[in-house]
């Protein structure tokens, strides 16, 4: 990877990305949310988007990089619906999306659930 975002899938291939999305998991929780961030502010990646579910729904978390200090932004926190103008327009219906179901919330077998 190279400042401002390019990465080289090979050394004929690169692409720029626009947003990086992190899915966090029970088992990433502190890396995604702490680790991460920094590394690839570090890289130049200037949108990241983390998503965490709350109540089997996603919640968007998304930052830009502040050039000045390097570090990200938090410029919204979307529950229910994803609209955003940066890096491009999109709208997404976040209720429409649900998570996976825990084995504590899968019915018991022979359950009607």
């Known amino acids: 990877m190279i400042d401002g975002g390019l990465f080289f899938a090979s050394p004929q291939t690169y692409f720029h ?24 502010a570090r890289a130049g990646i200037r949108n990241l988007w983390r998503v965490e579910e709350n109540e089997g729904l996603p919640v968007v978390y998304v930052y830009e990089l502040d050039p000045a200090t390097g570090s990200y932004a938090v ?39």
């Open 75 to 113: 410029t919204g926190i979307h529950h229910k619906e994803l609209k955003v103008e940066v890096p491009f327009p999109m709208t997404a219906d976040l209720t429409s999306l649900r998570g996976r179901r825990t084995a504590a919330s899968q019915p018991e077998a022979g359950d009607q659930g």
């Open 17 to 40: 990305m626009e947003v990086l999305w992190v899915l966090v998991s029970a088992e990433s929780v502190e890396r995604d949310r702490e680790v991460k961030p920094r590394k690839y």
